[in-house]
């Protein structure tokens, strides 16, 4: 019993002991706190103290653009004017949806500020909008981010006003119930916030928001889709786009850029419920403000951006090319929308790439012939064109499935369809070479035109056989069998 | 034993006729009482609601026309800017001619609460409750507890997502479980306590009530969180004034059972 006792004595004291070790320890990491925070608190109380001098209307973009940088000018009492509207758009081709949007486009008009600058905010609620909205600015300091104080019923407006505190790239969005469909249904955008003197200069400066859409449809059910509350709440989303739609920048409305220019993109996040994993292809960001605050992050392959937040990626773009900008959660980017285009012109700098270099046989035993034992496997060759075709499907499969889907049908505006392709169709020589050696520029597919990239096919002459004569026997189209001696004179012919 | 007493006294009363209900029933459907759950409420228990009746179908262009032609103090050149402002009728021609773009059997739109409230009574009526509304405007087609059916619900949001809805005619969907048209796809209506429950320019200072409708702050209050519809209908009755006149919001009027 004693024992037992002087057990629970001993095991007391160590206890004890630890708490005063925790204790001291958190003494020791309120106080390092305090003395880390104390320039930020400072810096923050200086930007409150900041006298505006001068009254000016702030300029507003639509995506991908941003309006100009405040550069060295002081800080203003800056006019913000915004519109709501709710407005019946394009999902995707066919698809249409009713979209709620801040000043027209989704996701809502950019506003760029500097800090000290006190924002008059007009909140104009459309007569025609059958509902209330109201704005949460995530840069605002106050109750409900502005929210509480912009409240508007259809064909009236608010003003409020606020003096911008904190530097940094933000959301904003409507919050009015039911938040998460308001949200939903494209009331977000962003605001930044530039540090005194602005953000150091670069060459291009674009706009690119990432949201998700939930749809009583299907993805590409046409006809206008009614917003789909229950997939909302099971975040089940059937759209996952950049700017508001599927193809808002492929194609003719692809960002551009020149070698050797620095490109920014202010990049947001409205969700609802998606967290992006934003991707550029082929791109490294050489910084990265993480999250839209201070922090810099250099040489970033994939940057996070949360729902209702953001991050300004930059780069230097070093060689030409289409750049694919994606949400790397990877279905999303392929199966439901959240792929742009960057697009770079001017001259090959091969030391920095190369292109393709050599085509050979990778021998993973060594680079001198090896056989088994035995005879040696025969080269498969297909007997009739029934076997050309099912060794064709399973090319397919492992080459051509991921851009041009399972059903042939492509990536809207990016790219192209077999299934029913009057390309395809149009030129059996034309669509083998394209196969054996790639394609760049435009073209025009059934009516739609693409601009893409196809890298060329390391293929043998049996394999591009098969698959285009799979291709050319599958999904409406013509009933073309492709031999390998076509594809051997089209190789032969370059 | 007051309820006691109420009852036995509905029971004596109820039995004799009334010549006068004959008059304001024309157009009207009985909603009969019951208990129903709000979405919100200061206090969000079980709210009982009487026998009442109901106009059938909104107020229409047609009806209000006729209504000023008697009653010019109401028109819109002479109506006191603090019952309706500027928005008061606004697409009307003049005095007494809407818009060539209404037509007379749609909604009567942009039009205050005092005007409302006052067309009610120059019929002998009055507006309906934000319970009576809510309580008649729960039943679907076939059953007068819709609030769980989500077929229902989507079909209430796909309303309030569609524009210009205020332009369709009266009468043109199907009548819900008590007879009545239109409560949803149609306009916003006007309730007498439409501001009683959330917000208005005036309770701002009641954090408390204000913060339900803003972020999921209110969700987690719900008594149906699936029911964003009522969200919606809650958010615009938070959002306007009495002498607030919108393009999609009308009204109908209800009326007491004479006992």
């Known amino acids: ?494 | 034993m007051i309820k006691r007493l109420i009852f036995f006294l509905t029971i004596v009363i109820g039995a004799i006729p009334e010549p006068l209900m004959a008059q304001v029933q024309s157009d009207m459907k009985k909603i009969k009482g019951g208990i129903y759950v709000p979405l919100y409420g200061l206090d969000s228990s079980n709210v009982i609601v009487d026998d009442f009746y109901l106009d059938t179908y909104p107020v229409t262009n047609d009806e209000y026309r006729n209504y000023l032609l008697k009653n010019p103090s109401w028109r819109k050149t002479e109506v006191i800017q603090l019952f309706a402002d500027q928005r008061y009728l606004n697409k009307w021609v003049n005095d007494t001619t809407f818009s060539h773009s209404f037509k007379g059997q749609s909604p009567i739109t942009s039009i205050s609460w005092f005007a409302a409230k006052a067309y009610c009574k120059s019929q002998g009526k009055r507006l309906p409750s934000v319970d009576e509304w809510e309580y008649a405007a729960m039943a679907s087609e076939n059953e007068p507890n819709a609030q769980l059916d989500s077929v229902f619900q989507q079909f209430i949001i796909e309303g309030y997502e569609t524009p210009k809805t205020s332009l369709k005619e009266i009468g043109q969907s199907s009548p819900n479980y008590w007879g009545i048209h239109d409560l949803h796809a149609m306009v916003w209506e006007w309730t007498s306590d439409f501001n009683s429950v959330l917000i208005s320019g005036e309770s701002r200072k009641d954090v408390d009530t204000d913060r339900k409708l803003f972020c999921a702050g209110g969700s987690v209050n719900a008594t149906a969180l699936m029911n964003y519809a009522a969200f919606m209908r809650y958010a615009i009755r938070g959002s306007i004034k009495a002498n607030y006149c919108m393009e999609n919001m009308g009204f109908r009027c209800a009326s007491d059972i004479i006992k």
């Open chain 1, 1 to 494: 019993m004693r024992f037992i006792k002087s057990i629970i004595m001993r095991k007391y004291t160590l206890i004890q002991e630890k708490l005063s070790a925790i204790v001291l320890l958190c003494v020791i990491a309120i106080m390092a706190s305090c003395s880390n925070n104390t320039p930020s608190v400072k810096e923050k109380s200086n930007s409150a103290d900041i006298v505006v001098s001068g009254e000016m209307t702030a300029e507003l973009t639509a995506p991908p653009y941003v309006p100009a940088p405040v550069g060295d000018r002081p800080a203003k009492k800056l006019l913000v004017n915004m519109e709501i509207l709710e407005q019946e758009g394009e999902m995707t081709d066919g698809v249409k949806y009713v979209y709620w949007t801040f000043g027209g486009s989704v996701p809502g008009s950019f506003i760029r500020t500097r800090v000290g600058d006190e924002v008059q905010f007009t909140l104009k609620n459309h007569p025609d909008n059958k509902l209330p909205h109201n704005i949460d600015l995530h840069a605002v300091t106050g109750p409900g981010g502005g929210a509480t104080s912009s409240f508007v019923a259809p064909g009236y407006e608010t003003k409020f006003s606020f003096k911008t505190l904190n530097p940094g790239l933000y959301v904003y969005h409507c919050a009015t119930a039911p938040v998460g469909m308001h949200i939903a249904n494209g009331m977000y955008g962003l605001i930044l916030v530039e540090p005194e003197g602005g953000l150091p200069k670069v060459d291009k400066e674009y706009y690119v928001m990432q949201g998700d859409f939930y749809t009583k449809g299907e993805n590409g059910q046409p006809g206008l889709q009614p917003f789909s509350m229950q997939k909302a709440v099971d975040e089940d989303a059937d759209y996952v786009v950049f700017n508001g739609s599927v193809g808002a920048l492929t194609g003719d409305k692809a960002i551009t850029a020149k070698v050797g220019e620095t490109v920014r993109l202010y990049v947001g996040n409205g969700g609802p419920n998606l967290v992006s994993s934003f991707h550029v292809i082929g791109e490294i960001f050489d910084r990265v403000n993480i999250e839209g605050g201070d922090a810099i992050n250099e040489n970033v392959q994939t940057t996070l951006v949360p729902a209702g937040g953001s991050a300004i990626v930059e780069f230097k773009v070093d060689v030409p090319g289409t750049f694919i900008i994606v949400d790397h959660s990877i279905f999303r980017a392929f199966n439901k929308g959240a792929l742009g285009m960057l697009k770079v012109e001017g001259d090959e700098n091969k030391s920095i790439y190369s292109g393709k270099l050599l085509e050979g046989i990778y021998h993973p035993e060594g680079g001198t012939i090896q056989e088994m034992p035995g005879d040696a496997p025969a080269p498969r060759v297909a007997a009739s064109k029934a076997e050309r075709i099912e060794f064709g499907k399973q090319v397919y499969t492992s080459t051509c499935f991921a851009c041009h889907q399972s059903e042939g049908q492509g990536v809207a505006k990016a790219f192209p369809p077999l299934a029913g392709s009057d390309y395809l169709n149009e030129d059996v020589n034309r669509a083998i070479d394209i196969v054996l050696h790639g394609k760049t520029g435009e073209i025009t597919v059934n009516g739609e035109s693409y601009n893409s990239v196809m890298t060329a096919q390391t293929l043998s002459d049996e394999e591009v056989a098969s698959v285009l004569t799979y291709v050319y026997n599958s999904w409406s189209n013509n009933g073309s069998e492709v031999t390998p001696e076509m594809v051997a004179k089209q190789r032969n012919a370059h």
